[in-house]
Structures are given as structure tokens and as C-alpha cells.
């Protein structure tokens, strides 16, 4: 059973930090791209951020300089450093993991910024 489990999510000041954790089990993690996505109420979802098996990395060009994406095969997590953090960072986050055009989705983690 494929499961992917978030945390990290908070209430944060602009200007704050926050670090979102992924923990995924039931995949052969490390042949599976990663990425982040937040849905905004009233808005679509929207990739935030993506690692892929090789370790290349995709940034929205909203986060870029601001968020970190990384990941760690052998404890089969994955993460976002977010700095900087504006309001308009407000969203539920989703861990996604993709592999052979088949993907997973997480719960979500709620983050809130406020001004």
C-alpha cells in the first residue's frame, strides 16, 4: 500500500521559515520523481517544486531562491525548506511521487502565512 505521509506544515510570519517533510513507503522510492504541490483555496493545484530521480531539480519561478527541495533514498523521505516565507505562500502542501507515469499522492500539510 503506497503511502505518503507529510508534516512540517504551520502557522508562520513572513519573513519565517519552515521545513516540510515527506515520508513515503509501498514505492521503490528511489526510481519515483518527487515534487511539492500547494493548492490555494479558490485556486488550482500548482507545482512548487520537483526532484527527480537523477537529482535535478524544478522550481516555480515564485519560489525560486526562497525553497530547497531535497531528498534522501535511503530513509525514503523527501523535503521543502521554505525561507522567506510571504503570505501569499498560504496553501495546503502535497507530497507527489510519480514513476512511469503513474502517481501518488499525499494528504497534505496546511501552511499559513501571515503579514
Known amino acids: 500500500q503506497v503511502q505518503l505521509v507529510e508534516s512540517g506544515g504551520g502557522l508562520v510570519q513572513a519573513g519565517g521559515s519552515l521545513r516540510l517533510s515527506c515520508a513515503a513507503s509501498?514505492?521503490?522510492?528511489?526510481?519515483?520523481?518527487m515534487g511539492w504541490y500547494r493548492q490555494a483555496p479558490g485556486k488550482q493545484r500548482e507545482l512548487v517544486a520537483r526532484i527527480t530521480t537523477d537529482y535535478t531539480r524544478n522550481y516555480a519561478d515564485s519560489v525560486k531562491g526562497r525553497f530547497t527541495i531535497s531528498r534522501d533514498n535511503a530513509k525514503k523521505m523527501v523535503y521543502l525548506q521554505m525561507n522567506s516565507l510571504k503570505p501569499e505562500d498560504t496553501a495546503v502542501y502535497f507530497c507527489?511521487?510519480?514513476?512511469?507515469?503513474?502517481?501518488?499522492w499525499g494528504q497534505g500539510t496546511q501552511v499559513t502565512v501571515s503579514s
Open positions: 507527489n511521487a510519480e514513476r512511469r507515469g503513474i502517481s501518488n
Open positions: 509501498g514505492i521503490f522510492f528511489s526510481g519515483n520523481d
